[in-house]
């Protein structure tokens, strides 16, 4: 399915891919070079957010933790957050309801 979905570069050193998608729910890999930043943001959507590899600085709220391969975090509706790639590495995210905006 995700040959259907382009690579979007997004950030600097940051790229996009929809892995898949329907209405309640979706499937996202964003690809990071080293230093790269997910720039502090919110949206309405529940994201939860899991590590496949590399190793990342994540702010949630007033809180920051660093997660490696294999760690996820959930990241509530409106919840401010970001990251920081600490080394080289890809982040499996989920979306519900889907990130229309990503299409």
């Known amino acids: 399915m995700a040959e ?15 892995l898949a998608d329907h209405a309640k729910l979706m499937v996202v890999s964003f690809c990071f070079q080293t230093g790269a930043e997910g720039l502090l943001h919110s949206h309405p959507h529940v994201q939860s957010t899991y590590v496949k590899a590399g190793k990342f600085r994540f702010r949630v709220g007033g809180d920051e933790t660093e997660i490696g391969a ?15 790639c600490l080394e080289a590495g890809e982040l499996i995210d989920c979306f519900a309801p889907r990130r229309d905006d990503f299409l």
């Open 4 to 18: 259907a979905f382009p690579v979007v570069p997004t950030d600097p050193g940051v790229t996009r891919q929809v």
């Open 70 to 84: 294999g760690d996820s975090v959930i990241i509530p509706s409106g919840e401010t957050h970001g990251c920081l």
